[in-house]
Nanobody, 120 residues
Framework: VQLQASGGGLVQPGGSLRLSCAAS????????MAWYRQAPGKQRELVAA???????KYADSVKGRFTISRDNAKNTLYLQMNSLKPEDTAVYYC???????????????WGQGTQLTVSS
């Protein structure tokens, strides 16, 4: 299963941006998808996650500013980011876990990362 992330770029503080992550390949079911980020010199951290039932989880640092969503028909994950801050600058990665087929062969995949820079 391949994940293709897109939508990163340069944004001014206070601005907004939406990231997308399209999953393709042998997909029978996606159980959970998530966004992580890694800033220079820091460890990769969870930003937001969404499970198949629609429940979501956010890092405290992005609560109220970021919204994770998923289009199940398109196997696409989104991250709407509002009120962006310089400390949101990082490479953002998407991930997904699920089943490849009805034989319960599982997959776990990462996207290639997309750069977000928040700066004036």
């Amino acid at each position: 299963v391949q994940l293709q992330a897109s939508g990163g770029g340069l944004v001014q503080p206070g601005g907004s941006l939406r990231l997308s992550c399209a999953a393709s390949g042998s997909i029978f079911e996606i159980n959970a998808m998530a966004w992580y980020r890694q800033a220079p010199g820091k460890q990769r951290e969870l930003v937001a996650a969404i499970i198949s039932g629609g429940s979501t989880k956010y890092a405290d640092s992005v609560k109220g500013r970021f919204t994770i969503s998923r289009d199940n028909a398109k196997n696409t994950l989104y991250l709407q980011m509002n009120s962006l801050k310089p400390e949101d600058t990082a490479v953002y990665y998407c991930s997904a876990v699920g089943l490849k087929n009805s034989d319960y062969d599982r997959f776990g995949s990462w996207g290639q990362g997309t750069q977000l820079t928040v700066s004036s």
